[in-house]
């Protein structure tokens, strides 16, 4: 029993688990005008992606909104870029401009976040993410209240996630909108040539044990 026991711990450095890091990126491509009052977004779907809910598990995600600040008649630039004191109040030549206020949503960030002025470039949202079972948003069936509800957004579980912007006003132009994770992935390692040689060397050994013992047996 010993040396079965010696040979059962000689075979375990054989069996390991590999970890490996990864980044998955899915972008969804918009390439539309903000209209006041409306806007854009998408749920997005990581397993189509390669995310796997049952080795993987996300340790950084990554929220990417690129924009670009359309100008007008209306709308020269931003208030901080002018001097409202060089320009009388009636006077024709006077610059006309305006901020962009925006409200992203996320149930990964921020439910609700108000940005005061969004310009041309990215506006960036990101967090360190610790793997969780439980549901970033539960919806309601709100026309049937008997329905239970049912979990819409998990993105570790289902890798759904969702990200939404809505505009103030009709200055700025979406590009796109990038969701990226990071994630470490678990593999268990097929077992390797010595191990299976010495798989079979046990098993002679334990066959010729037995066999052995029963002619000692007979014998007596």
Known sequence: MRHIISVLLLSLPFFSLNASAMLITETFVVE?????????????ELISAGYSPATDSITNIKL??????????????????????NYPEFDENRPHYEDEPVTFSSWIFNWRDWHGDVDTGLTVFETDWTRSNYCQFEAFDWQDE??????????????????????????????????????????????????LLGLGLFAVWLLRGRRANRLSYVAA
Request: proline residues 2%.
């Open 146 to 195: 008997e329905k239970p509800s049912w979990c819409a957004l998990n993105i570790d579980v289902a890798g759904t996630a969702n990200a939404y912007v809505t505009a103030e006003n009709n200055n700025l132009w979406l590009h796109s909108i990038t969701l990226e994770v990071e994630v470490d992935r678990v593999e268990v390692t097929e077992p390797n040539s010595f191990l």
């Open 64 to 85: 990417t909104y690129d924009f670009t600040e359309i100008w007008s008649l209306a709308n020269q630039g931003d208030e901080d870029q002018y001097n409202d004191e």
């Open 32 to 44: 539309k005008q903000l209209v006041k009052g409306s806007g854009a977004g998408h749920i997005f």
